[in-house]
């Protein structure tokens, strides 16, 4: 099969980190913080770089837009698996203000420019959890989706897909093109091993602007402020049902 | 750079500026340390830092600015650390392996998939030819679980080491691609029941077949890490050798060994206090047929490969142990904020800041010493950083015995007990001032060959000065009266003419002497690592590079009190 897969991967605060408000409110602490792969950008990856091995698709393209620092999160898709990497630079201003709308253009773009069959993307970022982009990318291609992805099979030219729902699994048989989000469950990603790391410092990264794709990044959302959510107020401890509700009464709960 | 800190630099440096006198005889030639690398780079430079300490000198040249890698490379080494963090933190459990005492293969299948079992093999020979900077940095994160560090470290930082920097061209195309792999497990056999720290006394023995196409190994040794496992092996056997005058002498040669070729027995492995995963046993060779094509170097140069086989991986015990304390501190940390006693946080009160103060000092010299050192090693030629790496050694294996052990106390009962990894830790770490060379005989081999050098040269001049070379009578006083604005000890052991002190020859038995000598150098050698990390941070406007001036100085100032003591008390035993 001659079908070429993009993989979006997002360059977040690693999960493990705590988290600090910047003073003058504006956002989160970045600067010398720890980062890495957004989780479910690294099991998009696995599921493609799976495929390819299954030899389902025949190239693994992985793509990330931001500054020269997520050269570094490329890389890691690179040493896990993906042929070459395309560097959509944004950087200072653009990058604060970048969201999932411009994403999802830069995306539809690029998918257009790269002749891919396949988009895979996590189903959300850990920095903002829009859980925004892989929709919106399907929508602006005019191609079906497939999110919340735990179980992902190509059947002839047709996308079979098990979503994960609020009321259990659901089972829905997509054309491609097509654009598939990846949930927690879908598969368990490789380490990126050092000997495949070195190989990867030979595959090829492209850069481009969001102009040489006709997109326009700026922002149509302003962020007013960011604030650490409030501090667990202490309980109270009621002796019967009665005073917990003279209590909730109080409150004006009830 | 600051003009402060290079007065400070040679206030300090100027106590260790010392008149050794001439070393007339040479007792024991136990302390050979020749480079015989066979790879010829650039043009060789010998760097003599540590020795020209002795001196007096300091060879600013060598150690400032602190070496530096490119950003290539840090990318590149930022990008190597991470899947192995990651692989520690969430598939090493250190506690399993310490009560089951073994690895499980799952874990060693993932160190090997990792490529850690080739870190330092060269490209084409199938490891990631990484350099000792690089291969620091990765121990940092291996020595988490005790074990596994020291399994890995057996297998490549002296196990297959022999065949990488003394094999031929055909030894390594034949044995380095699967070692690298982790394939095949290697290990250093050179240690036997009664040749410890002695090792020039040990009794395996090597004879040659009749057809001269092989030599017959027998004898047994003892204390081999991965003995048990390893399928090839670097051992260390007398043979006997006919030298320029005829003389049939005995003299120890290096083989590689391959367990396939028969008569290899390995005991059981050891019931140890720490380290426990790793496996520890005796093994035996009786009558093993080992091919002449299979001897590293030269019949008879054994001795000297052995010597630079664990002087090249000595510095990286500096890192790991940085990269062990650097994780208590964080462990530790937590629980001081967070307990409570008399209504305060352990935080707030002194003696527990007192031990997170010296965690944080030890690991900020040992890390700088053994990047300092591991740096130097990178530089193109081969230089030999034997001495350096003895002093890293020293201090790294000594320094985490105490962080360990405060860290475990900030804990209290809690550290006292299984549930905390801290008893481990201790138990692990306590290894550290024994293998590689115990540190007794470290300070020792800092001691004698730095004065070896030194007498060498002083010698040397001295001979100028009988032959009423002028100039250099000038040059040692001038040296001397400059010594004495600052402050000089003067051992009162040469005389005007240069007179042997007789107490000088037997300088070898006076091992309490030569005990403080080391302390003296090592402190120097660290002030020095710590110094040139410094004053390159503030150059370059490193963040937090405050802090770092903090430690600097706080550590400068105890050693500089430590060294004045130490030398006080040489003085006084005369």
């Not at chain 2, 040479?26 to 020795?51: E, N, P, V």
């Not at chain 2, 874990?107 to 080739?118: A, H, I, M, S, V």
Request: with cysteine; proline share 3%.
């Amino acid at each position: 099969m001659s079908a070429r897969v993009l993989v979006g991967v997002k360059r977040v605060i690693d999960y493990a980190v705590k988290i600090r408000v910047k003073p003058d409110r504006t956002g989160v602490v970045t600067d010398g913080v720890k980062h890495s792969m957004n989780p479910f950008c690294e099991i998009a990856v696995e599921e493609a770089v799976k495929l390819k091995e299954k030899k389902l698709v025949k190239e693994v393209v992985a793509v990330s837009c931001g500054p020269q620092q997520v050269q570094e999160t490329i890389r890691t898709a690179l040493a896990m698996g993906a042929d070459r990497g395309i560097h959509v630079e944004v950087s200072g201003k653009d990058y604060e203000t970048l969201g999932p709308l411009q994403v999802s253009k830069i995306l539809a773009a690029l998918a257009k420019k790269e002749q891919a069959d396949l988009i895979i993307l996590g189903k959300q970022a850990i920095d903002d959890d829009c859980n925004q982009t892989g929709q919106m990318t399907a929508a602006l291609l005019d191609w079906p989706q497939g999110t919340f992805a735990s179980e992902v099979n190509i059947e002839a030219d047709k996308l079979k897909v098990v979503r994960e729902i609020d009321g259990g699994l659901e089972t829905i048989k997509i054309n491609l093109p097509a654009v598939v989000t990846a949930d927690l469950r879908l598969n368990t990603p490789r380490y990126a091993t050092l000997p495949n790391i070195m190989k990867a410092k030979k595959k090829k990264i492209a850069n481009v602007k969001p102009a040489d794709l006709g997109v326009d990044v700026s922002s149509r959302l302003e962020v007013l402020k960011v604030d650490e959510p409030p501090q667990r107020q202490a309980g109270v401890k009621v002796e019967t049902v009665h005073d917990l509700v003279g209590k909730l009464k109080e409150a004006g709960r009830i | 750079m600051n003009l402060n800190k290079l007065f400070g630099l040679s206030r300090s440096v100027s106590l260790g500026r010392n008149v050794f006198a001439p070393r007339v005889a040479q007792k024991g030639d136990c302390l050979h340390h020749f480079q015989s690398r066979r790879f010829i780079r650039s043009s060789a430079r010998s760097l003599t830092y540590a020795k020209d300490l002795f001196l007096g000198k300091v060879n600013k040249a060598e150690v400032f600015p602190f070496p530096e890698i490119s950003k290539e490379e840090l990318e590149e080494l930022n990008q190597l650390v991470q899947p192995v963090e990651k692989f520690f933190n969430e598939d090493v459990d250190s506690k399993k392996i310490d009560h089951e005492a073994v690895i499980p293969p799952e874990t060693l299948n993932g160190l090997k998939e990792l490529g850690l079992f080739g870190i330092q093999v060269p490209e084409e020979y199938g490891g990631l030819g990484l350099s000792n900077t690089m291969y620091a940095r990765v121990g940092e994160i291996t020595s988490l679980d005790g074990a596994i560090a020291v399994t890995l470290a057996a297998h490549q930082a002296i196990g297959l080491k022999g065949i990488l920097i003394a094999g031929n061209d055909s030894q390594k195309a034949k044995y380095l691609p699967r070692l690298a792999t982790g394939e095949h497990i290697a290990a250093f056999c050179l240690t036997e029941p009664g040749s410890g720290s002695d090792a020039a006394s040990i009794q395996t023995r090597a004879t040659l077949t009749e057809d001269g196409k092989h030599f017959l190994l027998n004898g047994t040794k003892f204390w081999i890490s991965n003995g048990g496992w390893a399928g090839i092996m670097t051992v260390f056997a007398r043979t006997e050798v006919i030298d320029k005058d005829g003389q049939k002498k005995d003299k120890i040669t290096a083989f590689i060994v391959e367990r396939a070729f028969g008569g290899v027995t390995s005991g059981k492995p050891e019931d140890k206090l720490g380290i426990r995963g790793s496996n520890t046993c005796e093994i035996t060779f009786e009558d093993t047929k080992v091919p002449i094509e299979n001897v590293i170097g030269e019949v008879g140069g054994g001795f000297k490969v052995a010597m630079n086989i664990l002087n090249n991986g000595r510095f990286s015990m500096g890192s790991a142990g940085a990269g062990m304390i650097k994780r208590l501190i964080e462990l530790t940390s937590e629980y001081a904020s967070t307990r409570k006693q008399f209504n305060r946080s352990l935080s707030e009160f002194g003696m527990i800041q007192d031990k997170f103060a010296t965690m944080a000092l030890n690991a900020f010299v040992m890390e700088s010493m053994a990047y300092l050192t591991a740096g130097m090693m990178d530089r193109p030629g081969v230089p030999d950083c034997s001495l350096e790496a003895a002093m890293v050694k020293v201090f790294s294996s000594e320094g985490s015995w105490i962080c360990v052990s405060e860290a475990l106390q900030v804990l209290g009962g809690l550290g006292f007990t299984k549930n905390y990894p801290y008893e481990r830790y201790l138990r692990d770490c306590r290894i550290l001032q024994i293998f590689e060379g115990t540190n007794e005989i470290l300070r020792m081999y800092i001691a004698l060959t730095g004065m070896q050098y030194a007498g060498k040269i002083l010698t040397g001049k001295i001979k100028y000065m009988k032959k009423g070379n002028v100039g250099v009578v000038f040059e040692i006083l001038g040296k001397k009266l400059k010594d004495s604005v600052v402050r000089t000890v003067d051992f009162g052991l040469t005389g005007k003419d240069g007179v042997v002190h007789p107490s000088l020859t037997t300088i070898v038995e006076e091992q309490l002497v030569l005990k403080k000598v080391a302390d003296v150098l090592i402190n120097l050698y660290a002030m020095t690592a710590v110094l040139s990390r410094t004053s390159r941070s503030v150059s370059i406007g490193l963040r937090n590079h405050d802090h770092e001036v903090l430690l600097t100085n706080t550590f400068c100032k105890d050693a500089h009190f430590k060294n004045n003591f130490l030398l006080t008390q040489l003085q006084k035993s005369e």
